[in-house]
């Protein structure tokens, strides 16, 4: 028997309707989209306005429609996993409420905390789990509502920020040469001051003060995290590209986090790989956080085809960064019309 190796067999988005663009931004708070243009790429993002509704609305709606466009059966599943920074509770997990909600009698299901590293290390866990043999169909989400725990009332931040979800069916093949081929993966703890929530946690559980203070949203040191990711992502690229014997020339797409188009293009140019071999739809929805990989690949795939070289890489709170060597394992055109 070959070895077993996880491929992706679909993928499935969701985004709220709501679109906040730069324009309604600006009567918010001090900026103009000609400054968040030039700075991020951003144009515009999503926005989950209903009350009421948390990151498990939009994993579960990118969830079903996964099992309808791959027709998978859902008793098959043995487990779904959810990468995401805002959960719908501090427990139970939100994996847990979506698993529920599809109705999903086979599975067992956890969350996965990376913040925006989340989808790409949860995806290369549950590769792992597929190639033990343990486990044959897993769900892997990356959902989140960054406008939970974003400021707008902070400038710095709230142009960043954006919602949504999307996600992958992860199966095992025997089939050599497509699948996850490679990944390497480093956490630098001493990034905890440059980018942080600092308070609903253990260390400073929420109070009368906590919220007084708008202490319960994103706070950033963007040109620190900035510098630090554009190194991290590139270099852990390079790295992984190099162990594979791989040029730039044979990579065929970049799936990159979508923080800001000026990280993704100064990562591009240090690994040598063009602009039109990255997949970018930052200007749409922003930073979504754990939802921007599959969200790319749900937004990409009529363009992927059976054997594209791809290098996934993403950097975040923590500091979580890293790169990932895939070969992409299915004609996406065809499985891109079932939209
Ligand atoms: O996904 C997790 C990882 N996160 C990231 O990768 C984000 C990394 N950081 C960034 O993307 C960028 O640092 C930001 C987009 C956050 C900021 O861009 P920047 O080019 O680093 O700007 P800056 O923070 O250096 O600020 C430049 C100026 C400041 O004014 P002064 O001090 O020069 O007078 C800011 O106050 O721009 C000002 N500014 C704004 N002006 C208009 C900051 N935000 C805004 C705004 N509109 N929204």
Redesign the pocket.
């Known amino acids: 028997m070959n070895k077993i190796n996880a491929i992706i067999t679909g993928v499935a988005g969701y985004v709220p309707d709501y679109v906040l663009n730069n324009e309604e931004l600006s009567r918010m708070?001090?900026?103009?989209d000609e400054?968040?243009t030039a700075?991020?790429g951003i144009k515009e993002r999503r926005i989950l306005t209903e009350e009421g509704l948390g990151t498990s609305y939009m994993a579960r709606k990118a969830a079903k429609l996964l099992l309808e466009k791959t027709g998978v059966d859902p008793d098959s599943v043995d487990a779904v996993i959810v990468a995401t920074t805002t959960p719908d509770y501090v427990h139970p997990s939100t994996a847990s409420i979506v698993l529920g909600k599809l109705g999903l009698k086979n599975a067992f299901a956890f969350d996965f905390s990376a913040?925006?590293c989340g989808f790409m290390y949860a995806f290369d866990v549950a590769a792992n789990m597929i190639q033990s043999g343990r486990h044959k169909r897993i769900i892997v989400i990356g959902a989140d509502k960054m406008s939970a725990i974003t400021d707008y009332k902070d400038?710095?931040?709230?142009?960043?920020f954006g919602d949504g979800a999307g996600a992958v069916m992860v199966e095992g093949t025997e089939e050599e040469g497509i699948g996850l081929m490679d990944s390497y993966h480093r956490t630098d703890g001493k990034g905890l001051p440059f980018?942080h929530i600092k308070a609903g946690g253990s260390v400073c559980p929420s109070s009368q003060f906590t919220v007084d203070h708008r202490l319960h949203y994103t706070y950033?040191e963007?040109?620190t995290?900035?510098k630090y990711?554009v190194t991290a992502m590139a270099d852990d690229c390079k790295l992984v590209a190099e162990k594979n014997n791989l040029t730039a020339d044979d990579i065929d797409y970049v799936v990159s986090?979508q923080?800001?188009l000026?990280?993704i293009e100064a990562v591009a140019k240090r690994v040598g790989v063009p602009m039109d071999k990255v997949l970018v739809n930052i200007q749409r929805y922003g930073?979504t956080?754990a939802a921007c990989m599959p969200l790319v690949l749900w937004d990409f795939e009529s363009k992927l085809k059976k054997g594209d070289t791809m290098m996934f890489t993403a950097?975040?709170?923590g500091f979580a960064h890293g790169a990932l060597y895939y070969k992409w394992a299915y004609d996406g055109a065809t499985a891109a019309t079932k939209k």
């Open positions: 708070v001090d900026t103009n400054w968040i700075r991020t913040a925006c400038r710095a931040t709230c142009a960043l980018l950033q963007g040109r995290v900035f990711a986090h923080a800001n000026r990280i930073n956080s950097f975040a709170a």
